[in-house]
C-alpha cells in the first residue's frame, strides 16, 4: 500500500478558512483575489484503493496566539485515487516578528533594570539638560548675529546702575526703559543687573541670562502637561518645546520676548494648579503675571486678554473660593501701581508707542474699521499657514529656514492634540489651553503680526503637539503593549532630533540667507568691534572711523563691545564723499563693500589702502578697513555738487482739499506730500539741508488763524512766513523749543485775519550745523 503527500506552502496572507477544498486530479482551484492572497498550504495524496488516511495539519500564526490545527478525513475508491487539497490558514501577523523581538528584549534582565532607572522624574530631569545644552552649546554662533535689541538690556542696565537705580528725571527704579525711542523693555532690564554688578558684559553673559530664564518655560511647561495630561510624560511637552523651530532660535537670544514668554508659562502653571485645587499656587501666578507684563509691551495686551478670559472662564471657581482671593487680588493692584506711575510721568508715551509701530489705533479712521482690521490681524494671527509653513511677513532675522514657526513636521500632531483638547472643553485644565491658544496673537494684533510680538503661541502649540505624539505612543503601545520600552524610544528620537537641528542651524545656518545688512541679518556685531580691538592693539593711537549704516542701533552696540567712552567715531561715508570733510591722521575707516563703491566711483579720492577684512559666513567680505586720502580735483568735484543741492526741488501737493505748487530742499526720506497728511507717523527728512525749507503756492487763498508742525526732540527751531493775497507786508512767525525725549507738536499763534496765497516754513534743528537731517512729521494749517 503506497501513500504520498506533498505539501507545498505558499506565504501569502490573510484569509482564513476552517476546512480544506479537494479536487479530483486534473482539476484546478479556482483564483481570486482573496485566495491568492492567503498563507495557503497545498497537498497532493495519492490513495490505493480501500484507504483510509488521515492528514493533520498543525501550525502557530506568530506572537502569543494559540496552536492551531486543522484535520481531514479521506477514504480511497475502488481504484488509486489522486486528491489536491488546499489549506487557506490564518495569516502570520507581519508584525509578530517585531513582538517577539520586543517581548524578549523586554524580559531581558539588562533591559529591565534601565527601564527601572529611566523613571518619569528621571526622564524629566534629562529632557531639562538636553532642552539647556541644546542653547548654551555655541551660543553666540547662532542665531549669526548679535542685535541691539539684545544689546540694549545690558546698557541699560549698565546705565541704571551707574545713576543708582535712578532714571533721567529722578524716577527711581523705573517701570520701564527705552529701546530707541520707545519704551519697551523693563524686566529684562533687571535680570541683567547682576552681571552688570559684577563686571561681566558679553554677548554670551547677555544670552546667557536670557537663555536660563527660558528654563522657566521649558518646566512650566513640562509640569502643566503632567498636571493636565500624563505626570509621566512632562519630558515630552519639554523636549517639543526644545525642537520648535521659532522658540528654539529665539531661546538662543537675548530678547525680551523669550523672558517674556517664560513667565508667562509659570503664570499658566501657577493658575492650572490654583484651579486644581492649590489655591497657594495663585500666589506664583500673580508675580509671574507681573513679571511678564512688564517685561515686554505686546505682554501687556496678551497678560490682560488671558486673566480677563479667565475670570469669565471659571467665575463660579473663583466665586467659591473668593475668601482666599482677596489678599492674591490687593497683591496685584500693589503690582500695578508701578504702571499707573508710569503713566503718570510719560503721559501720552502709549500713543507716541503706537504711532512709533504705525499702528491703525490711532490712524484718523471709524471705530466700525478699526475693530475689522483687528479682527482680520488676529485671525491672521490664528492661521495655521503662518505658523506651519513658509510667510513673507517676518524678517529673514527671525526665520528658521524651511521649517515654519511652529515645524511643518508637528502640524498633524498640532491638529490631532487640538482636536482632543477641544473635545475636553468643560475640562477647565484643557480650557485654559485652548484659552491660551485664542488669547496669544492679541498682542500683535495691536499692530501687525510678526514672530517676536505673537511668540506666546509656542506655549499652547507644544501642549497639543505633545498631546498629539502622546496620542501616537499610545496607539503603539496598544499594538504592542511595551509601554516603557516605547516611551523610551520616543525619549532617543527627540533628543536626536533636537541635537539634529542644533548641528544643521550651526552648520547651514550661517548661509539660509545671503543679505547680511541692514535690511537682513545685520550680521558683524561681535566680529567687527572685535577687530576694531585688535587694530586698535596693533596701531596706537589710530583714529577709527565706522559707518553705521549696516545694522540698527550701532551706537548701542559700540558701548557694549567697546565700553564708555566710545574710542571710535561713528558717521557714514557719505559725510565724506558728498562733503570735504577733514580726514584726521591715522585714520581707518570701517566701511561696507557697498560704502567702498561709493568712494571709487565718486572719483574724488586716491587708491584705497586695505588694512584688513571682516569676512561674512557666506565668505564674501563684509567689513573693510581701509585708509583714505582726498585726490587732488576733490574740491572742485565738491564744489559743483554742492552748488547743484541748493537747487529747491518743485512738487505737487494739496493742503486741506486745496492744491498747491511747492518746492523744498532736497529729501531723503519721504515725499513732501506726508508732511500734509494730517499723519504723525509719517515723516520726511531733508538730505542735508539745515533748515528743511518748504515753499507753497495755494491754487486758491486760505484764511489763516494759527500753524502747527510736530518735530523731533532736538532742539529746533520752527518759523513760519505768510505773503497776504493783496500782496502786502510779508508776515512772519517763529519759536525755537528745547530739547525733548519724544516727537511733539509745536503751535505758532498768527495773528493775521487776511486770506493769504504763498508760505515758507524753515525747521531747523538748533545745535546741528549744515549738513545734517532735519526730519518733519506733520505740518497743520488751521
Known amino acids: 500500500m503506497k501513500y504520498l503527500v506533498f505539501l507545498e506552502p505558499l506565504y501569502n496572507q490573510h484569509v482564513v478558512t476552517d476546512t480544506p477544498e479537494t479536487y479530483a486530479e486534473g482539476e484546478s482551484p479556482p483564483e481570486s483575489d482573496e485566495t491568492r492572497q492567503n498563507l495557503r498550504v497545498e497537498a497532493t495524496v495519492e490513495l490505493p484503493p480501500g484507504a483510509e488516511v488521515q492528514l493533520t495539519i498543525t501550525y502557530k500564526p506568530g506572537g502569543k496566539a494559540p496552536v492551531r490545527s486543522q484535520v481531514v478525513n479521506l477514504t480511497g475508491g475502488p481504484e488509486t485515487l489522486v486528491k489536491h487539497l488546499r489549506f487557506d490558514l490564518e495569516k502570520l501577523s507581519p508584525s509578530s516578528w517585531l513582538s517577539d523581538f520586543i517581548e524578549r528584549i523586554r524580559s531581558n534582565k539588562v533591559f529591565s533594570r534601565l527601564s527601572g532607572y529611566l523613571s518619569p522624574m528621571t526622564l524629566l530631569v534629562c529632557a531639562v539638560v538636553v532642552y539647556y545644552l541644546v542653547r548654551l552649546i555655541r551660543l553666540t ?46 524686566t529684562s532690564v533687571y535680570v541683567q543687573v547682576l552681571p552688570t554688578l559684577i563686571g561681566i558684559r558679553s554677548a554670551f553673559t547677555t544670552r546667557f541670562i536670557s537663555t ?50 517664560s513667565f508667562y508659562t509659570v503664570f499658566l502653571y501657577g493658575y492650572l494648579r490654583y484651579r486644581n485645587g492649590n489655591t497657594r499656587w495663585i500666589y506664583a501666578s500673580v508675580i509671574a503675571a507681573a513679571l511678564a507684563f512688564y517685561c515686554y509691551s505686546p505682554a501687556r495686551v496678551v497678560m490682560a486678554a488671558i486673566i480677563l478670559a479667565l475670570f469669565f472662564s471659571d467665575l463660579q471657581y473663583h466665586w467659591a473660593n473668593r475668601k482666599v482671593l482677596w489678599l492674591p487680588i490687593l497683591i496685584g493692584l500693589v ?18 508707542h503706537l504711532a512709533l509701530l504705525d499702528s491703525y489705533w490711532i490712524k484718523p479712521i471709524p471705530l466700525s474699521q478699526k475693530l475689522i482690521t483687528f479682527l482680520g490681524v488676529y485671525l491672521q494671527g490664528l492661521n495655521p499657514a503662518y505658523w506651519f509653513f513658509l510667510n513673507p511677513d517676518d524678517l529673514t532675522r527671525h526665520i528658521m529656514k524651511g521649517m515654519g514657526h511652529l515645524g511643518w513636521f508637528f502640524l498633524p500632531f498640532f491638529a490631532a492634540g487640538l482636536f482632543l483638547s477641544i473635545r475636553q472643553w468643560k475640562n477647565s485644565n484643557y480650557r485654559l489651553m485652548l484659552l491660551a491658544l485664542l488669547t496669544a496673537p492679541v498682542g500683535a494684533a495691536v499692530a501687525n503680526i510678526g514672530i517676536t510680538r505673537a511668540l506666546f503661541m509656542v506655549i499652547p502649540a507644544a501642549f497639543f503637539i505633545t498631546l498629539g505624539i502622546e496620542f501616537s505612543i499610545d496607539w503603539i503601545n496598544k499594538r504592542f503593549p511595551v509601554i516603557k520600552f516605547v516611551d523610551g524610544i520616543f525619549f532617543l528620537l527627540l533628543i536626536g532630533a533636537n541635537f539634529t537641528i542644533l548641528d544643521v542651524s550651526l552648520t547651514y545656518g550661517p548661509t539660509w540667507f545671503s543679505d547680511y545688512g541692514m535690511s537682513g541679518m545685520q550680521y558683524g556685531g561681535q566680529q567687527v568691534f572685535s577687530k576694531i580691538k585688535e587694530i586698535e592693539a596693533q596701531y596706537p593711537g589710530v583714529h577709527i572711523n565706522m559707518s553705521p549704516d549696516w545694522a540698527n542701533g550701532t551706537d548701542v552696540l559700540a558701548r557694549f ?30 566701511i561696507s563693500p557697498d560704502d567702498l563703491g561709493k568712494v571709487v566711483t565718486s572719483g574724488k579720492f586716491d587708491p584705497v589702502k586695505v588694512v584688513d577684512v571682516v569676512f561674512y559666513p557666506n565668505g564674501k567680505p563684509g567689513f573693510i578697513f581701509a585708509r583714505l586720502s582726498y585726490s587732488e580735483t576733490a574740491r572742485q568735484a565738491f564744489e559743483r555738487e554742492k552748488a547743484s543741492r541748493k537747487l529747491m526741488v518743485p512738487d505737487e501737493i494739496k493742503i486741506n482739499g486745496v492744491k498747491a505748487e511747492a518746492g523744498s530742499s532736497r529729501l531723503d526720506m519721504g515725499s513732501l506730500q506726508l508732511a500734509f497728511d494730517n499723519d504723525i507717523a509719517s515723516v520726511i527728512r531733508s538730505e542735508e539741508a539745515n533748515p528743511l525749507v518748504v515753499e507753497i503756492e495755494l491754487e486758491r487763498p486760505l484764511k489763516l488763524n494759527k500753524v502747527s508742525a510736530t518735530v523731533g526732540g532736538g532742539a529746533t527751531g520752527f518759523s513760519v512766513y505768510a505773503q497776504p493775497l493783496d500782496g502786502s507786508t510779508i508776515f512772519s512767525s517763529s519759536i525755537t523749543v528745547t530739547e525733548s525725549p519724544q516727537i511733539r507738536t509745536v503751535q505758532l499763534p498768527v495773528k493775521f485775519n487776511r486770506e493769504v496765497s504763498r508760505l515758507r516754513f524753515e525747521i531747523r534743528t538748533v545745535r546741528d550745523g549744515e549738513p545734517s537731517h532735519v526730519h518733519l512729521w506733520d505740518i497743520k494749517l488751521e
Open 141 to 186: 554662533d547662532f542665531p549669526i548675529f548679535f542685535f541691539t535689541d539684545e544689546a540694549i538690556h545690558s546698557i541699560q542696565a549698565y546705565d541704571l546702575v551707574r545713576n543708582r537705580f535712578t532714571a533721567t528725571g529722578g524716577e527711581i527704579l523705573p517701570t520701564f526703559f527705552k529701546n530707541g525711542s520707545m519704551y519697551n523693555l523693563g
Open 212 to 261: 536660563t530664564i527660558s528654563l522657566l518655560a521649558a518646566l512650566g511647561l513640562g509640569l502643566s502637561y503632567g498636571e493636565i495630561k500624563n505626570k509621566h510624560r512632562g519630558w515630552l511637552a519639554i523636549l517639543v518645546l526644545s525642537m520648535i523651530p521659532a522658540w528654539f532660535y529665539h531661546s538662543r537670544t537675548a530678547f525680551e520676548t523669550v523672558e517674556a514668554v
Open 335 to 352: 503690582l500695578c501701581v508701578p504702571y499707573f506711575r508710569f503713566l503718570f510721568l510719560h503721559p501720552g508715551e502709549n500713543e507716541h
Open 561 to 590: 563691545f567697546l565700553g564708555d567712552p566710545v574710542s571710535i567715531e561713528m558717521s557714514g561715508i557719505d559725510a565724506f564723499t558728498e562733503f570735504m570733510k577733514p580726514i584726521p591722521e591715522n585714520t581707518i575707516f570701517a
